[in-house]
């Protein structure tokens, strides 16, 4: 670690990696109650369950994109952090808020929690995602700015380059399209058109910025490869992204009240979209084999490879597979989309942040070389259990997903209802329950894995 | 395949492809914040429509339910469910929701549960109003049959 206040990064990691465990515990509550209707009912509905999932999971993303930003940006402007201390209260106001919302979510009935956080000055909650209390919203606000700040002053006095520039273009884009999450009109196809400009352009434009930032960060480091030739890779990376990303945002505008031009355009330029994920992989690989170095860290390329195959697959194939405005048409809302989203998640977001994790954490705990065999090897063992656990668990909801659209969605008459569907597809979800449980003991596996001690010789 | 392709060229790809996608989606955003209205019948979102979809709100109905596709995959479709379960008739229809709304949580053991929320009948027939309205959108014929 070459400056002092890049330590500012690991209780974000930390913290992250918390929230992973504990939004991973509420999917399988949530794959339980789709076995068992009464699993913990009335204490935790299932819709609160799935707030909680997926609330922790965006802002445990939100935490580790924080924490790599405070590692690399110092490193990469070489300087020290614009105010370490601004960091320290960042976190510690952004986990407050965070735990708190979480409770609120878990122990006060929704509508009042809405009542006793005066939703009616502002409504803002009860939209997927976006079911965090307006205060919760504007403290988000609030901490991504004082977060953008400190790290754009670091970046402004200190060295640019390509990869803390697209960076910072990412996370000024993340906070910017938040804002959206304040528009909640009366027309609820106004309200779904501008909410996606939330969600969509997050995953499929902008965090994709911060994705190729951390992943050439790391490529760097990891291979010694030069600078001309990462920052080629990431403008083409970003350049097919935002291209193929921004007017694929149509792939969500097909059935919900808008016009139908979207039908075509929001079909052809989201089956671009893979596009910037299969680069990725070329990267990653070629990064590789051109290196350098053999730096003592193997994990690290380890996740860096992994994060672009997953990457690839769960958005790149599994998003392709119902992209098409005709096959959208049967499996739009089904469980083929859980499929997706799952695999999507895990593949780009979840595994950049085990990438700079493994990266940068024995670093900072006084290992500039990277762990040591024995721990790499249990962390090489929770990398295999978590991959193939996401690998099952979506292939389980592709099953799922095909049975739904072939008894509920394509038959034109003696269609089954939505319920007696989901009776039929019991079996597949306990399977999806098997493989969730792995990605749980293989993320334990890989907390574990910061607890091998090595034999001195 | 990269060799021929400097980091100029890349980030000059990089700075058009993006601004020409930006300016595209913009000119498609206010062409359909145009059109919304109509495909939608705003005029016809009278105040306890409004109401009701802030009771869909407060209440997080989407935790479990999809509208329109988007939502929760746990529990029916409910854009179309006044041609589903009110035949289209707006009396049998509330009706219809206001003994649903009573009776949960259904007493059937193992059955996916739907929480007991108290709401007052005008809530109920509020919430009603906004299904309605929302039935009536123009989305390009979806869902492929009644069962959503
Ligand atoms: C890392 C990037 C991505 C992430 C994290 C992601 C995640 C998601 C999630 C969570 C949903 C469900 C949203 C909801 O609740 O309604 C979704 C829907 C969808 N995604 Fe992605 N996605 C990614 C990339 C892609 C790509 C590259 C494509 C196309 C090639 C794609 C195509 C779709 C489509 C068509 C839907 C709508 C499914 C439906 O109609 O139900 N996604 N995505
Ligand atoms: C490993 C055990 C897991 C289980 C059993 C599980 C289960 C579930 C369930 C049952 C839902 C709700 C689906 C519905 O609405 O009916 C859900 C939603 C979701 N989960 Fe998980 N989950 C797990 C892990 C994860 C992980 C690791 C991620 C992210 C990396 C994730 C991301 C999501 C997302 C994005 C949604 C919303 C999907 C959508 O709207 O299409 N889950 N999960
Ligand atoms: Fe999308």
Redesign the interface.
């Known amino acids: 670690m070459k400056y002092s206040s890049q330590m500012v990064a690991k209780p974000y990691f930390i913290f992250a990696l918390i929230l992973l465990a504990g939004e991973i515990l509420f999917g399988l509550i ?1 794959g339980t ?2 076995i ?3 699993f913990l ?2 204490e935790i ?4 369950a ?2 909680v999932h997926t609330n922790l999971l965006i802002v445990l993303i939100l935490f580790g994109f924080m924490g790599a930003t405070f590692y690399l940006v110092p490193e990469e402007s070489e300087r020290e952090l614009w105010s370490p201390l601004l960091a320290k209260i960042t976190f510690w106001v952004f986990a407050a808020a965070g735990v708190a919302t979480i409770l609120g979510y878990l122990f006060v009935p ?2 009042t929690l ?2 006793i956080t005066m ?1 009616e000055l502002l ?1 803002t ?4 995602f976006l ?1 965090q209390p307006t205060i919760t919203k504007i403290g988000i606000v609030i901490v991504v700015l004082a977060f953008i700040l400190n790290v754009g002053m670091t970046v402004l006095k200190g060295r640019k380059t390509v990869i803390t520039v697209v960076l910072l273009t990412g996370l000024v884009g993340l906070a910017v399209f938040f804002l959206f999450a304040f528009y ?1 009109p ?5 309200d ?2 501008f909410w996606w400009y939330v969600v969509h352009l997050w995953v499929e434009g902008v965090w994709e910025l911060i994705l190729g930032a951390i992943l050439s960060f790391v490529l760097i480091k990891v291979t010694g490869v030069d600078r ?1 030739h990462i ?3 990431l ?2 990376i ?3 992204t ?2 193929s990303g ?2 694929g ?2 792939h ?12 075509w ?1 929001g079909s052809i330029a989201s089956a671009v979209e893979p596009l910037p994920f299969f680069l990725m992989i070329l990267y990653a690989f070629s990064m590789a084999k051109q290196r350098r170095i053999d730096h003592d860290n193997k994990m690290a390329l380890t996740w860096a490879k992994g994060t672009a195959v997953m990457a690839f697959l769960g958005a790149g194939v599994w998003g392709f597979l119902h992209t098409l405005a005709p096959i959208n ?2 499996t ?4 083929l ?2 499929a997706h989203g799952h695999l999507a998640f895990f593949g780009a977001y979840i595994m950049i942040l085990f990438t700079i994790i493994s990266y940068a954490m024995p670093i900072m705990r006084g290992r500039p070389h990277g762990n040591g065999p024995k721990a790499q090897a249990v962390e090489l063992k929770s990398f295999w259990m978590m991959v193939i656990g996401m690998l099952g668990l979506t292939a389980a909801l592709t099953v799922a997903g095909f049975i739904q659209v072939s008894l ?5 008459v003696g ?5 007696a ?2 009776d039929e597809i019991v079996s597949v979800y306990k399977v999806r329950l098997a493989f969730g449980i792995l990605v749980l003991a293989g993320l334990f596996t890989y907390f574990y894995s910061f607890f091998v001690k090595e034999e001195t010789a | 395949m990269t060799e021929r392709i400097t980091k100029n060229m890349a980030r000059n790809i990089y700075f058009g492809g993006s601004i020409f996608a930006i300016l595209v989606f913009v000119g498609l955003t206010f062409d359909t914040v145009q059109q919304v209205p109509k495909l939608s019948n705003d005029d016809k979102i009278t105040e306890s429509v409004a109401r009701g979809k802030n009771l869909w709100e407060v209440n997080n109905c989407v935790g479990c339910h999809t509208i329109m596709g988007e939502g929760a995959y746990y529990a029916p479709e409910l854009a179309n469910v006044f041609d589903r379960r009110g035949m289209k008739n707006e009396v049998a229809f509330k009706a219809f929701l206001q003994g649903w709304m009573a009776a949960q949580p259904l007493q059937e053991p193992g059955r996916r549960k739907m929480p007991q929320f108290n709401l007052s009948e005008s809530q109920v027939n509020d919430i009603a109003d906004f299904l309605i309205w929302t039935s009536r959108i123009d989305d390009n014929e979806w869902p492929p049959n009644i069962e959503g």
């Open positions: 949530m109650q789709y068992a209707g009464d009912f009335p509905p299932f819709n609160v799935r707030m929704y509508a809405a009542e939703n409504p909650m009860g939209r997927e079911e909640v009366e027309n609820l196809v106004m779904k058109f001309e920052d080629k890779w403008y083409l970003i350049a097919m935002l291209v921004i007017v945002t149509g969500h505008y097909f059935f919900i009240g808008t016009p139908d031009y979207w039908l355009i048409f049967y739009h809302g089904t469980q989309t859980a509920q969605r394509l038959p034109d269609a089954l209802s939505f319920m569907t989901q």
